[in-house]
């Protein structure tokens, strides 16, 4: 059962980790499907690219590949149904920049300096390499203006999600129906809390996405 709950919990964690990443667009490869200049999707001003689909897409491709090894064959492809999950995740992403927005909550200069200063990425010897940092959005075809911009968005983002998360609440009745050890009951515990969090996030895109105009053109993935 713990087995089952963590590996639920850690795939949506992940996924949300690996689709959040899409806004910066990092790690520019071979992504030509069909037509990656294609509109997948519209959250209201906010697009949803072909390109930035299949980017996402792969990246949760290799994931679990590299996870699952030779386990991860066509049925287990189909049973996470990764187009269609990706696709979700992609627009909860943008309803929650767009949720954001609204409310005000915003990234300061200050904040996304201090992200970007902490990235690994971007370090050498332990300490922010501003050579490094302009060689790599080079090499990766951006500008300095291009990825803060995305990277803004990204941190906007996880802001609202945190403040969202701080209402998760777990009810005590949930684990007086389990029983183990302290070290068995502090994991589940974790996991559920988690569980949790997650739900309210889903809630929260679910109630905020009625307000919204959503367009989908999955034609675009085929």
Known sequence: MLKAMRQHAKYFYVLFF???LSFIFWGVGTVDKTNPAGIVAEVENQTITAEEFWRAHDRAFNFYKDIYKEKFDEEMQKKLNLKETILNSLIEGKVLLVAAKRQGISVSDEELNEAIKNEPAFMKNGAFDNEIYLNRLRLNRFTPEVYESARRQELTVSKLRRIIELSASLPDAD???LSGDENTMKQIRETLINSAKEQSVR??????KKDLKIKINKDALS
């Open 203 to 208: 809630a929260y895109v679910e109630g905020f």
């Open 175 to 177: 684990l007086a129906k």
């Open 18 to 20: 690996i689709v959040i």
